[in-house]
């Protein structure tokens, strides 16, 4: 029996009340319907405590800089109501980021700022670690790698490639990491020019650069920012870059360079072309609205003025993918990487 059957055996005088309680429920029914209708959709997840963004590398590192350059942006421009700390885990060649990682499944409150690590480290390394493992979030930028040598040495691609295959001992190329990208390109670039380099692994590409302008090395491959101050000072020489297309950013960086004046490697007769991501992901067995949280949040991020700030002194790649795109990337970035490291002879037996 609904509440206006039940009025129908009272009383004339209570009759009288009972229409009026009715009216007062049909409204009352009525008003909360409209509530209903127009009230908005249940809040969104959102962190209830300080958020740790986990770099897998050291102090000072182009995935240090970027983590704390987002960390600024999202307190700047007021993009979420708890803090981002950053988390620097570079143990054991960032494996101690990875496993972290790894073992904090279902914790909302923790994110990696990943790059091609998380492909190559488990097939040199042997971790038992995978991409999949954890939660995709976005793709937010892409290095491109350059061709450096000294400002001292050959002026092009095609005499650097000669006077590397003519010396008595292998040329020295500086990097950043054994079994890395470094050392990957300049296995790579042996295997299409014939020339021979012998691959010297430092802690820094900050300390690479000072290498190469000591005269201790004759080239490197390092990224755009980590060779930046010492190309402005006219140290180095920016030989190519190792993508399909040149670096977008016009502005003058040296007296008369800008990033977009350096020819690409296929551009000088070198064929090769690498990026490496940088790309976000939250532990496994995290929820769908707190994935969608941070990718909510990490394309806020790409639209403030401290990120294209950030992408042009860096000379980064703007990107931003999520959701399938990002998978299909991953799943491509992932074959390419391991097909590279199998061709190096780096994937461990």
């Known amino acids: 029996m609904t509440a206006v059957q039940g009025f129908c055996g009272f009383s004339k005088p209570n009759k009288e009340i009972g229409k009026k309680l009715v009216g007062q429920i049909l409204r009352a029914t009525a008003t909360v319907a409209a509530l209903l209708i127009n009230a908005p959709a249940f809040a969104a997840w959102e962190p209830t405590k300080p958020v740790e963004i986990v770099v897998a590398a050291g102090a000072g590192g182009a995935s240090d800089q970027m983590a704390r350059m987002m960390q600024a942006a999202i307190q700047k421009n007021n993009l979420m109501k708890q803090p981002m700390v950053v988390s620097l885990k570079g143990g054991a060649s960032g494996a101690e980021a990875l496993m972290y990682m790894k073992s904090s499944e279902g914790d909302p409150n923790k994110v990696l700022i990943a790059y091609s690590l998380i492909y190559m480290l488990p097939l040199s390394a042997k971790i038992p670690f995978n991409w999949r493992d954890l939660t995709p979030v976005s793709v937010i ?8 040598d000294n400002a001292s040495g050959p002026k092009s691609v095609k005499d650097f490639i000669a006077a590397a295959k003519a010396a008595s001992a292998p040329f020295k190329m ?4 054994s079994k890395r990208e470094d050392h990957v390109l300049t296995v790579f670039m042996e295997q299409k020019t014939g020339a021979k380099f012998s691959y010297l692994p430092y802690k820094s590409g900050g300390e690479a650069a000072t290498q190469l302008v000591g005269g201790h090395t004759e080239s490197n491959v390092n990224n755009p920012s980590e060779n930046l101050e010492v190309w402005r000072a006219g140290q180095v020489r920016a030989l190519c870059v190792f993508d399909k297309e040149r670096i977008a950013y016009k502005t003058k960086v040296t007296e008369t360079q800008s990033w977009n004046d350096i020819p690409t490697c296929k551009e000088e007769g070198l064929d090769m072309q690498y990026l490496m991501l940088r790309a976000m992901f939250l532990p496994g067995k995290v929820t769908a609205e707190q994935q969608a949280f941070y990718a909510d949040l990490f394309q806020k991020v790409t639209q403030t003025a401290e990120y294209k700030d950030y992408m042009e002194k860096q000379a980064l790649k703007p990107i931003f993918l999520t959701g399938k ?4 990337f991953l799943e491509d970035d992932d074959k390419l990487n391991a097909t590279l490291m199998n061709e190096a002879g780096f994937v461990a037996k």
């Open 141 to 148: 930028a892409l290095d491109q790698f350059v061709l450096w």
């Open 174 to 177: 500086g990097g950043t990491g």
């Open 325 to 328: 795109d990002m998978i299909q």
